[in-house]
């Protein structure tokens, strides 16, 4: 059967999953919000010493990444950060939603269904690009912690992790939303001139960023109101 969607950024989903292991790797005990974004800014970014300047301010763009996703996400100020569409409002609704409704086997099929809809949508290229981000991030994601949770104890998160694995599967839906909205919420950050692949990349630091802190912090975001279109 033919597919209906191929999501044009799926090329994210190996560098989600990296970014993830080299934070398990490198993140101290005890972290506070500070290592675990130096942590982040390493995890993302290797400095060029041939141009230090430019590292320099790539450095620090990369560092405020966190910040915002961690402010947007606990105040539950996603449609306030991101001009979106209302075609873009419906789609986000109707995944936010699912991927904490559905159970959780059905989460990755799900999201495939969102790309499906993201692509029938009236929508244009650039309309679809942070949807399609954040749907990339999230199929990252599931299949991450899936994988992290079926090897305990040998996972890289295990210190994080609990040792009830019912308990861990129950977190999945909260992890996985929280790295779309992490896309979501800082897609676009480098304004003006808009330039697509600044924009991409901004949304897959965020998801990367806000998902670790909520597994390392227990982060919580409001419950999740449909945005008003």
Not at 103 to 112: A, K, S, Y
Not at 151 to 177: K, T
């Amino acid at each position: 059967m033919q597919t209906k969607a191929i999501n044009p950024y799926n090329a994210v989903i190996q560098k989600h999953k990296d970014a993830l292991d080299f934070i398990a790797t490198n993140l101290p005990p005890n972290p506070t919000f500070d290592n675990l974004n130096e942590v982040l800014v390493n995890a993302v970014f290797s400095p060029d010493p041939a141009n230090p300047g430019i590292g320099d301010l790539v450095g620090i763009f990369v560092g405020t990444v966190l910040p915002n996703a961690y402010n947007g996400y606990v105040n539950n100020s996603l449609a306030s950060n991101i001009k979106l569409t209302e075609n873009q409002l419906v789609i986000i609704n109707k995944l936010m939603d699912g991927i904490k409704s559905v159970p959780v086997e059905n989460i990755g099929d799900f999201i495939l269904g969102i790309e499906a809809d993201i692509a029938a949508a009236k929508l244009s290229y650039t309309e679809q690009a942070p949807l399609f981000v954040a749907t990339a991030s999230a199929k990252a994601d599931y299949d991450y912690w899936f994988s992290q949770i079926n090897n305990q104890p040998g996972s890289l998160w295990a210190a994080y992790l609990n040792n009830d694995l019912a308990i861990n599967y129950l977190h999945i839906g909260g992890w996985v939303q929280s790295a779309a909205l992490g896309a979501l919420l800082t897609y676009g950050m480098v304004k003006p001139p808009e330039i697509q692949l600044l924009d991409v990349m901004s949304g897959v630091v965020g998801s990367i960023r806000l998902v670790a802190g909520k597994v390392v912090f227990g982060w919580n975001c409001p419950p999740h109101t449909p945005s008003p279109l």
